[in-house]
């Protein structure tokens, strides 16, 4: 939920907005550092397992010793940033009905303070799932867990930029968690090792608002996950957060901006149901989204010069395209598609995304 550092703010008023799921206008949410994506989104083979699972914070099953460990985690905003303090890595499994979700914190000073659901958990260390099944950008879901297995989960219709809200009331229905902190959990003096946490995410609570989603074999999904670490003093026994200190912010796949609702920068997570390593598989619409996605930044910074969208990508200053948009567009709104590889990828003022078959 970090729109508030896209543009320095964490004022009560505008935390009130978000968590009662009123959307802010477009104009206060887009942000002129939404510019040409330099990094390259990770990604994750995720492999199905047919072995049972015990929630318990610990990765004990053989299937768990088989998943791979995903890159060590890195700054948000990609390694122009120094790196992370801490060691953050995860694995990922998936069954019929759930996607499995371990997670290693290193943390020498295991703290946390919320016990309540939905509180606003990133006030404390945390560790944050991102999930976009259909890759649209819109219709997305984050879960955000503490080292005291404290959960605040959220479903996003439309990226704040868009001026979407938060809806708080949605719940990740049949989602089970455990932490296991090895050390001790606020108890400042003593060094901890880390903190784990594991989940299993029902598949079908992920249908809200849409069709009931079910993986495929070498299906992709737009994923990522966030560690939230704040800089902390020791005073009366007891860890208290380094006032006017901004926390850290260390991601799998870079952003490169301190933003996490930019979906479309998120890594893949890729599913398989092969007993063997299989290759990663690129989107075939990757040059028609990357060229689509440098419009619509285009877009949104002309409309507020202009107050109206251009019509062609020449008046954009986009004279040079490695393939030809067929752009459309009002005062309020514009959409820009092109044909690629089979497939027909169209973009519109709101930034959803979507790619189909010619």
């Known amino acids: 939920m970090r729109v508030f550092r896209l543009f320095m703010i964490h004022s009560g008023l505008v935390l009130a907005l978000l968590l009662a799921g009123v959307p802010m206008a477009a104009g206060q949410t887009f942000s002129v550092n939404f510019g040409a994506f330099k990094e390259t989104p990770r990604h994750y083979i995720c492999y199905q397992t047919k072995d049972s699972i015990r929630i318990d914070g610990r990765p004990g099953e053989s299937a768990w ?15 122009s940033k120094p790196a992370p303090l801490h060691r953050t890595r995860i694995k990922m499994l998936w069954n019929s009905q759930h996607l499995y979700i371990f997670a290693e914190l290193t943390e020498p000073d295991a703290w946390a303070t919320l016990r309540q659901h939905d509180t606003i958990i990133f006030q404390d260390n ?33 990226p704040y930029r868009n001026g979407g809200g938060a809806i708080m009331n949605w719940d990740t229905k049949g989602l089970r968690t455990a932490v296991q902190v090895n050390g001790t959990l606020n108890k400042p003096g003593d060094k901890d ?8 995410i029902p598949f079908k609570a992920l249908g809200a608002y849409r069709s009931r989603i079910v993986p495929e074999d ?5 994923i990522n996950f966030s560690r939230v670490q704040w800089q902390a003093d020791i005073s009366n026994g007891q860890y208290i957060k380094k006032p006017r200190t901004p926390e850290y912010n260390w991601v799998w796949s ?10 479309e920068r998120w890594g893949y997570l890729q599913f398989s149901a092969s007993p063997t390593p299989v290759p990663f598989r690129e989107p075939a619409t990757v040059a028609a989204r990357n060229m689509l996605w440098e419009i619509y930044h285009r877009q949104q910074q002309y409309r507020r010069q202009n107050r109206q969208y251009a019509k ?14 067929v752009i459309e567009a009002t005062s309020l709104q ?12 169209i973009i519109n003022q709101e930034g959803k995304i979507t790619s189909r078959h010619e």
């Open 218 to 222: 070498g299906g992709l999904w737009r």
């Open 193 to 200: 090792q880390s903190w784990t946490v594991e989940m299993a």
């Open 65 to 79: 010793n088989k998943a791979p460990w995903s890159e060590d985690f890195t700054d948000i905003e990609g390694n």
């Open 334 to 345: 514009f959409t820009a598609s092109v044909k690629d590889a089979g497939f027909e990828t």
């Open 312 to 325: 062609d990508a020449a008046t954009l200053g986009l004279t040079d395209l490695p393939l030809v948009p």
């Open 126 to 158: 945390d560790f944050e799932v991102f999930i976009d099944p259909d890759g649209d950008t819109h219709q997305y879901y984050e879960i955000e867990i503490n080292a005291l297995n404290t959960v605040m989960d959220l479903f996003m219709p439309k």
């Open 254 to 263: 870079p952003q490169g901006i301190i933003n996490m609702h930019a979906p």
